[in-house]
């Protein structure tokens, strides 16, 4: 009767046109890819951990979960990238053939797919490649000719029309003249309905001494950008700008390349710095300001501020006080921003080999305009001041910022 069922089993494998890889493999993990607590959080696992799958198309490509006895595929993504870590944004219509898997390729799924571990008594279990979700769950690749049917309603959606995102927990848009800027942020209420915007402006400040005696700042308004890609699927949303910065009369910087990859309940504000030319040369003391400045309009709800390393929380309320002040001081990569609505946590991501160094920043001054802005005054601008930038290299690099959004019916934190 065992063989029986194990000669069922082998055949419905068959049947459903699974071509499974033929040599058992080192067991690969997946990570999450924000450590966000959601309910759709993502995880990926780096193609480099399955060496059987590369070079196969990317459309064979397939992860598979094991629930009540049976294999079954899950929705998956698979993001291209190049050995610097930038995301292969073309269209399919501007390749030669088909895309074929490479070592530096992403595979995302949702962390809440993984399932049970499969049997030892499996037909070919040996054969297929077993991905590690931490101690909670398995996945298994293989390959196939049907890939597991998209979502009728994609996790995170581009509306065109808007240059905006939508998913079930926000709504995310862009600046029409800046789009590497976020200038609304709403919360969803449900199925039909947002929360008005709470957001006033996204702000980017550059300030320094250049040739060693002419002091300069720059803002949004000495930036050029457009927006270049957007590539969608079934879990996420990458969204690419290219974007320069006005040196000097007419002189711009290289083109800088921001990518957003938006998720369910996240976004991975991703800037690539790839600089051919020593900043130290030209310049000193360079400093950047990052930052979200939010509305004060009737209506909206009290925000609060936090950091661990701040004793205790700063309600914002337009009015500098000694508190708010040494927020300023702390070198640190992580705040929060809470409301009734629900709850921003931001974590800023700076490689080792990236000679920046972090500091907080706050200025909650209702009475001092900020430009360029849409409502004067700053009401709990909140973000980054990164200082050495004139210490960096010509290498690629990527400076990270994670936002997760925890609606406020969301108890756990991440």
């Known amino acids: 009767m065992h ?66 006895s049976e294999l079954s595929p ?5 993001d291209q990238r190049d050995q610097d870590g930038r995301y292969l944004l073309k269209d399919v219509s501007d390749q030669d053939g088909p895309a074929l898997l490479g070592p530096d390729d992403e595979i995302v799924f949702r962390l809440s797919d993984g399932a049970a571990r499969l049997p030892a008594g499996f037909p070919r279990a040996e054969s297929l490649v077993e991905i590690a979700i931490g101690e ?5 690749a293989g390959l196939s000719g049907r890939a597991a049917q998209p979502p009728a309603r994609a996790r995170t959606r581009y509306l065109p029309d808007t240059d905006s995102i939508e998913t079930d927990v926000y709504k995310i848009g862009f600046a029409e003249r800046h789009p590497f800027l976020i200038d609304r942020f709403q919360w969803r209420l449900d199925d039909r309905h947002w929360h008005p915007n709470s957001l006033d402006a996204m702000k980017i400040r550059h300030q320094g001494v250049m040739f060693g005696f002419i002091p300069f700042r720059r803002t949004s308004k000495d930036y050029s950008s457009r927006l270049t890609r957007v590539k969608t699927g079934p879990l996420r949303v990458i969204r690419r700008t290219e974007n320069s910065v006005r040196i000097f009369w007419q002189l711009k910087t290289p083109a800088l390349y921001v990518d957003y990859v938006m998720m369910p309940g996240s976004f991975v504000m991703d800037t690539i710095v ?49 508190a708010k002040t040494r927020f300023n001081q702390l070198s640190d990569t992580r705040f929060s921003v809470h409301s009734a609505w629900g709850s921003v946590y931001v974590q800023l ?15 909650d001054r209702a009475d001092v305009i900020d430009p360029p802005e849409n409502q004067p005054g700053q009401f709990g601008n909140v973000g980054y001041r990164t200082t050495g930038w004139e210490n960096i290299d010509t290498e690629v690099h990527h400076l990270k910022f994670t936002t997760c959004m925890i609606p406020a019916d969301v108890q756990q934190a991440p």
């Open 349 to 363: 991501d700076i490689p080792d080999d990236f000679p920046i160094k972090p500091w907080l920043f706050l200025s």
């Open 74 to 78: 899950i929705v998956t993504q698979i």
């Open 136 to 140: 909670t769950g398995w996945v298994y």
């Open 3 to 68: 063989h029986q069922q194990a000669v069922r089993r082998a055949c419905v494998l068959a049947c459903t046109g699974w071509l499974f890889l033929s040599a058992a493999l080192a067991q690969p993990g997946a990570v999450p890819v924000s450590g966000c607590a959601s309910p759709d959080a993502l995880a990926v696992v780096p193609a480099a951990q399955l060496p059987a799958l590369l070079g196969k198309p990317v459309q064979q490509v397939t992860l598979l979960q094991y629930r009540d």
């Open 274 to 322: 790839d600089i051919p030319f020593n900043l130290g040369l030209f310049f000193s003391h360079v400093e950047t300001l990052t930052t979200i400045d939010w509305l004060d309009t009737p209506g909206l709800p009290q925000l609060t501020i936090r950091s661990p390393a701040a004793t205790s929380g700063l309600p914002v309320n337009g009015r500098m006080s000694h």
